[in-house]
């Protein structure tokens, strides 16, 4: 069965950096798209960042330049490097992976930012 787990969520200051990690385990032939998005209380999940099947990157605009999409497949494992991170960017994170031509979810991962 396949999992995907995120982990490195916590507490972190304004200005101040975290690296956020997805790991996939189980039967994995294939890694492909991975994405992160996140979810503050009270409001919709939205779109952080994704890196796609060939390397391209998109970031939602509130983080370009602060966050890096990055993926080892080898390892079946993905980052999203937080840098200068701002009040606003407090919220469950969760990783999406393609896996195997399939989509899934990790359960997220806590961020919180402390002024």
């Known amino acids: 069965q396949v999992q995907v787990v995120e982990s490195g969520g916590g507490l972190v200051q304004t200005g101040g950096s975290l690296r956020l990690s997805c790991a996939a385990s189980?039967?994995?032939?294939?890694?492909?798209?991975m994405s992160w998005s996140r979810q503050a209380p009270g409001k919709e999940r939205e779109f952080v960042a994704i890196?796609?099947?060939?390397?391209?990157?998109y970031y939602l605009g509130s983080v370009q330049g602060r966050f890096t999409i990055s993926r080892d497949s080898a390892r079946n494992t993905g980052h999203l490097q937080m840098n200068n991170v701002k009040p606003e960017d407090a919220a469950v994170y969760y990783c999406?992976?393609?896996?195997?031509?399939?989509?899934?979810w990790g359960q997220g991962t806590q961020v919180t930012v402390s002024s």
């Open positions: 189980g039967s994995i032939f294939s890694m492909n798209t």
């Open positions: 890196l796609t099947r060939d390397g391209s990157t």
């Open positions: 999406n992976v393609e896996l195997n031509n399939r989509q899934y």
